[in-house]
């Protein structure tokens, strides 16, 4: 959080998998609450499995300035942006239309479904999920990819939707290791 503050950025994307347990969450909406920046999240597989109380999370966020995201979207305070929420329960679900007026910026979990989407462009979508691979191998690439990754494991991506960013977060799972991928927070000037 002190690494995020100290960016200072006009705001902040989260794309989900807060916690692997709801016992983790009041922690994890501390460290949230932190962030001095609005900040727009949307739910992951692990947030549902773990059977996590949305109302907490979205007033965290609320709380930021910024939104919880459930297939839904919201024009920063400046007017400049529309940041949209897709939920990782349906790769079918209609996209929320945004304004021509502003920058538009796709939140979802699975950067596969990049692929789904509508033939309309985004400025931005950002993706999570695929913790980067975790164990990288040189010349070979990942270990091992949960579903929903495809060839979107880490990095910047081209889509038919728009440019694709996965980030390969600061967690792990299932396996308490990461090799030759490192943790990161990522910074866009748009």
């Not at 304004?99 to 479904?113: D, G, K, Q, V």
Request: glycine share 10%; proline share 9%; net charge neutral.
């Amino acid at each position: 959080m002190r690494k995020i503050n100290a960016l200072s950025p006009d705001f902040v994307c989260f794309t989900g998998d807060l916690v692997e347990e709801t016992r983790h969450l009041p922690e994890a909406l501390e460290l949230l609450a932190g962030i001095k920046s609005p900040l727009y999240g949307v739910p992951g597989n692990h947030d549902y499995w773990s059977r996590a109380p949305w109302a907490g999370i979205a007033r965290c966020l609320t709380g930021t300035g910024g939104a919880w995201l459930l297939d839904q979207q919201q024009v920063t305070a400046d007017g400049r942006f529309s940041i949209i929420g897709i939920t990782c329960r349906s790769a079918s679900q209609p996209v929320p239309e945004t304004s021509a007026a502003t920058r538009s910026i796709l939140l979802m979990h699975y950067p596969a479904w990049a692929k789904r989407l509508p033939p309309r462009q985004f400025d931005l979508l950002l993706a999570g999920h695929s913790h980067g691979g975790q164990v990288w191998i040189p010349f070979y690439g990942p270990v091992y990819v949960p579903f929903g990754v495809d060839e979107y494991v880490r990095g910047l991506f081209h889509t038919e939707a728009g440019p694709l960013y996965v980030n390969p977060g600061i967690g792990w799972f299932p396996w308490p290791i990461r090799f030759n991928c490192r943790p990161e927070l990522t910074v866009f000037d748009l």
